[in-house]
């Protein structure tokens, strides 16, 4: 359970990074399927540093991590249907966001909280069954590890809102 959860969380956490970097380069992120593979292999070193780091956080045992590959440490099907939300459903996300950030346009937004959101929200309309709870807390961790200290309470009123009215439609 405690591997599980770490290659989730490295998963989210690097799927958001790959977010920031195609939106920094070119801001189109309806094609990140064909830039995951790349940008995992390119990444390597560093998403299994920080699987291990996790499991050990979450485990109070020696764990062996010999011979640990990239498959490991990251859950593919979780990736590919995120990939999938975001590229069917960016517009409807992004629209949950901007009804729900209080006189805010996606525009105001930075890069890094704008993919955190949405990561979080193509979870929760994900068929994973991730707890809405989970994708918020997740979400908050994340904006507590990369953005300012303002950001994680913004995200989380933002996602609390998001839920309700998804839970209204």
Same mark, same amino acid.
């Given at each position: #359970? ?7 969380? &490295? ?7 790959? #977010?920031?970097? &195609? %939106?920094?380069?070119? *801001? ?6 064909? /830039?995951? /593979? ?6 390597? $070193? ?6 291990? /780091?996790? =499991? ?6 020696? =764990?062996?991590?010999?011979?640990? @590959? ?7 099907? %979780?990736?590919?249907? #995120? ?26 937004? @930075? ?22 709870? =989970? ?12 953005? $300012?200290?303002? &950001?994680?309470?913004?995200?989380? *009123?933002?996602? *609390? ?9």
């Amino acid at each position: #359970m405690k591997n599980i959860r770490a290659k989730r969380e &490295t998963s989210r956490e690097y799927l958001m990074k790959l #977010m920031y970097q &195609t %939106y920094i380069s070119n *801001g189109d992120i309806t094609d990140l399927e064909n /830039e995951m /593979e790349e940008f995992l292999t390119n990444n390597k $070193e560093y998403i299994i540093s920080r699987y291990k /780091e996790l =499991v050990l956080t979450y485990s109070d045992k020696d =764990v062996d991590f010999e011979g640990i @590959s990239l498959d490991k440490c990251v859950d593919r099907v %979780y990736l590919s249907e #995120m990939c999938d939300i975001l590229r069917f459903k960016i517009d409807y996300i992004n629209e949950l966001i901007e009804n729900n950030a209080k006189n805010w346009s996606i525009s105001r937004f @930075s890069k890094i909280d704008l993919a955190i959101l949405q990561i979080a929200i193509a979870e929760i309309l994900s068929d994973l069954n991730i707890p809405d709870k =989970v994708s918020i807390n997740e979400a908050i961790d994340l904006a507590k590890m990369y953005c $300012e200290a303002k &950001t994680p309470k913004f995200i989380n *009123g933002i996602l *609390g809102s998001v839920v309700n009215e998804i839970k209204e439609r």
